[in-house]
């Protein structure tokens, strides 16, 4: 499976960007994680694609959503309320399979392939 991330870019504290990401095959689940520079990468959100589950790291709570095109295997990241510590490089990752319990889904270790990333700079 190959994905593909797009929608980054650079704009100011309080605005909004959608982060795409297209599978080339169907997925278990696919998630969003961030690296900043300097700083570890973290989770930031993820859905399963059979039911919907999400699931969604505290710094992303109540700004950004997750949702998912079954049909185009793509999952969108509706970031809002954006803030300069949001910047970062995102990257999405997907799961082949279940092999875990949902919760398992925000941690990078159960990820079987990951996309290029796409650039988030957020300007104060």
């Known amino acids: 499976v190959q994905l593909q991330a797009s929608g980054g870019g650079l704009v100011q504290a309080g605005d909004s960007l959608r982060l795409s990401c297209a599978a080339s095959?169907?997925?278990?689940?696919m998630g969003w994680f961030r690296q900043a520079p300097g700083k570890v990468r973290e989770f930031v959100s993820a859905?399963?694609?059979?039911?919907?589950?999400?699931l969604y790291a505290d710094s992303a709570k109540g700004r950004f959503t997750i949702s998912g095109d079954n049909t185009k295997n793509t999952v969108y990241l509706q970031t809002n309320s954006l803030k300069p510590e949001d910047t970062a490089v995102y990257y999405c990752?997907?799961?082949?399979?279940?092999?875990?319990?949902?919760?398992?889904?925000?941690?990078?270790?159960?990820?079987?392939?990951w996309g290029q990333g796409t650039l988030v700079t957020v300007s104060s």
């Open positions: 990752a997907a799961a082949r399979g279940k092999r875990y319990g949902d919760s398992w889904y925000s941690k990078d270790v159960v990820y079987d392939y």
């Open positions: 859905i399963i694609s059979s039911g919907g589950s999400t």
């Open positions: 095959g169907r997925t278990y689940a």
